[in-house]
């Protein structure tokens, strides 16, 4: 059974003491590919300095929405620069949070706009960010179709309506720790409702750990439970939801054959 953990933060600082033994457990659990995200310029070297010294991880790059108040313009040109290397393949963590800071709207609308633009131009796929911003996010995708035609929305928390509209963009869905959460009372009804072929699984690790290690760090190697909770619910096995949802992310990130 090979896992694919297509959203973690494999270089925050909750990692910095026992990084490489994170991974290594992470390939013992059966992941076989981690896309680490990243959420400034700082974070996108790390995450790239990460990704050449293991040949299981594989990096995205960009301005996360509460990154963007200490950006600025020079950063994607930096982004732009540093989407060249091998190891990446996509942008991200992208997108809109109106949940933190909605002071920043305005400046979070034109860094998404600005990176979904360069995604296009450099036919990379987008990992997006959204809380609380499920209108606004989905309209601008819309005004940007068919460019650009990929991407994931990670930590899913809409409805099978907005789902619907982001696969008929292009798009798949990501679930991560929140649907094992014992007051998910939505989760079941949704994973049965969407197609397997749009599903990833991820962790977000270090954060939204999935039950029953909620309150503790999270790490890739708990991505099988993501799986678990998806087969649970659609009466698979987990073997079948592990290999569906690496195919789904393998053709995403465009990494077949590595």
Request: charged fraction near 20%; charge should be negative; aromatic fraction near 8%.
């Amino acid at each position: 059974m090979e896992l694919f953990d297509s959203h973690c933060h494999l270089t925050a600082e909750q990692f910095d003491a026992d990084r490489d033994a994170v991974i290594q457990r992470a390939m013992d659990a059966g992941v076989t590919r981690i896309l680490t995200l990243a959420t400034d310029v700082s974070s996108s070297r790390a995450a790239i300095a990460l990704a050449e010294k293991f040949d299981a991880v594989f990096c995205a790059i960009g301005i996360h929405p509460e990154s963007v108040a200490k950006a600025a313009t020079r950063d994607l040109r930096l982004i732009r620069e540093l989407a060249a290397h091998p190891k990446v393949v996509a942008l991200g963590e992208i997108g809109l949070d109106f949940y933190w800071d909605k002071t920043t709207a305005d400046l979070q609308q034109k860094f998404f706009e600005q990176q979904l633009e360069l995604a296009a131009e450099l036919n990379l796929p987008v990992c997006i960010h959204d809380r609380d911003a499920h209108d606004k996010l989905i309209a601008t995708l819309e005004n940007f179709a068919p460019a650009p035609p990929r991407g994931a929305l990670h930590a899913f928390s809409g409805d099978a309506a907005l789902a619907q509209r982001a696969f008929d963009l292009g798009y798949v869905v990501s679930f991560g720790g929140p649907i094992t959460f014992k007051n998910n009372k939505t989760a079941p009804a949704l994973l049965n409702a969407l197609p397997l072929e749009k599903i990833l699984i991820e962790t977000d690790a270090p954060y939204l750990t999935p039950h029953p290690w909620r309150g503790k760090r999270n790490e890739p190697a708990y991505v099988k439970l993501v799986a678990q909770q998806i087969a649970t619910a659609r009466g698979l096995s987990v073997a079948q939801v592990a290999a569906q949802t690496t195919h789904n992310a393998l053709e995403l990130f465009r990494l077949k054959g590595q």
